[in-house]
């Protein structure tokens, strides 16, 4: 309960002192990008049931001959690079965590398609709600590999407390300034789970 009353207040506060933020990255993701200036994703949350997450834009539309989107690094564009690096990209979240879809901290909402690839101790990341940042994002980001994530996940859902996601945030904060572990080594974004 206390959990969810930080999130809720400290993410509405966030919301209100961030919007001139908020709307000049709008801005600039529609002038850049395009629109829609927001992406829309279905999610798993809390027990793996889904929800809409929000995240301003960062890749470009184009497809190939045959209407299919190009791979990521083609459609990352140097703006959409600038956005995850500083993670403005995430700033829409606050939204979700103010209506109860997400935490400020929690392990990362992935993929709908990964929830049947999960092992039954790697599911275990749904037992408490996903967050804007989390124990793995403060570890290692999009550097380590899956089966380290998963660790971190779950161990954080052991170990939750709010001090934790306290030091997690102030965590998170240093890790964005010096922008670590935004990519996997070799890849443009996060390497798919393949179970």
Known sequence: ?????????????????????????????AVKLGRPVLFRQERPG?????????????????????GELLDDSLRLTKFGKLLRSTSLDELPGLWNVVIGNMS???????????????????????????????????????????EEKFAL?????????????????LMTVAKVVRREGITMEGSATAEKFRG
């Open 1 to 29: 309960m206390i959990k969810r009353l930080f999130d809720a207040t400290t993410a509405s506060l966030a919301l209100l002192v961030l919007s001139p933020l908020l709307l000049l990255t709008a801005a600039l993701v």
């Open 46 to 66: 809390l027990h793996g049931q889904p929800f809409t997450m929000l995240k301003f834009r960062s890749m470009t539309d184009q497809r190939d001959a045959k």
């Open 104 to 146: 400020l901290v929690g392990p990362r909402p992935l993929l709908m398609e990964y929830l049947p690839l999960y092992s039954s101790e790697q599911a275990r990341r749904h037992d408490v709600r996903p967050g804007l940042t989390g124990w793995a994002q403060i570890k290692g980001r999009n550097a380590l590999s899956w």
């Open 153 to 169: 996940d779950t161990w954080y859902v052991d170990n939750a407390t709010f001090w934790l996601d306290c030091k997690i945030i």
